[in-house]
């Protein structure tokens, strides 16, 4: 569990994640980095839920960007396939190494800035289970997860409303929990037209 935010408009994009992450077999703590650039294509990828998942997508769409027809639109057709194709090696992976089937997530946030359509867009994935193909979500003003907690509170891209979300978010997590599942700081990713910005905006 943890914070995956995104708010979204033609000339911008913000993307808020915590930073709170522990070992799936000790439950040590420690510090974690929930979305990673593409850069030379203004791209951000986010996650939450299981790490090892995340960085192997992240590779993959790393790679895939090398190519000289890539595009952004693309790139989000096939990354649903993707995660599907990948799962099952992650499961089995994870059963080895003794992590319950139960604990098994993904909510993955590809965006960034479209050149054909002069506009930022993103794209939402979910995936819990190999049975099941992944839940793939355009999205058109943004993404709160957890949601419930902010029902009613109107959007903004100021970072301090950036920020009080966040730590109403994180509170709600731990409270539901029962012991701190989102926490550390709330970083942003915001871009704009040939300029990505990240900030650490304070703790949660």
Not at 8 to 28: F, H, K, N, Y
Request: hydrophobic letters at 45%; one cysteine or more; aromatic letters at 6%.
């Amino acid at each position: 569990m943890s914070i995956l935010n995104v708010l979204l408009r033609p000339d911008q994009l913000l993307i808020a994640v915590d930073t709170w992450a522990e070992d799936a077999l000790t439950g040590a703590p420690s510090a974690g980095a929930k979305f990673l650039l593409i850069p030379q294509h203004n791209l951000v990828l986010a996650a939450r839920g299981s790490t090892q998942f995340f960085l192997r997508i992240y590779e993959l769409c790393l790679q895939a960007s090398y190519r000289a027809d890539f595009t952004m639109e693309q790139l989000m057709k096939e990354l649903g396939l993707v995660i599907d194709q990948v799962w099952p090696s992650y499961e089995r992976a994870a059963a080895e190494a003794g992590i319950a089937k139960s604990m098994l997530h993904t909510e993955i946030v590809l965006g960034g800035w479209s050149p054909q359509n002069r506009r930022f867009a993103a794209t939402a994935y979910a995936k819990s289970d190999s049975a099941i193909t992944t839940i793939v979500q355009r999205l058109m003003c943004g993404l709160a997860s957890p949601g419930e907690p902010l029902e009613g509170r109107p959007d903004s891209f100021e970072l301090e409303e950036v920020l009080a979300a966040g730590r109403v978010q994180a509170g709600w997590l731990n409270d539901r929990m029962g012991r701190k599942v989102a926490g550390g700081r709330l970083l942003a990713a915001v871009l704009r037209e040939g300029q990505t910005t990240v900030e650490d905006i304070g703790p949660i």
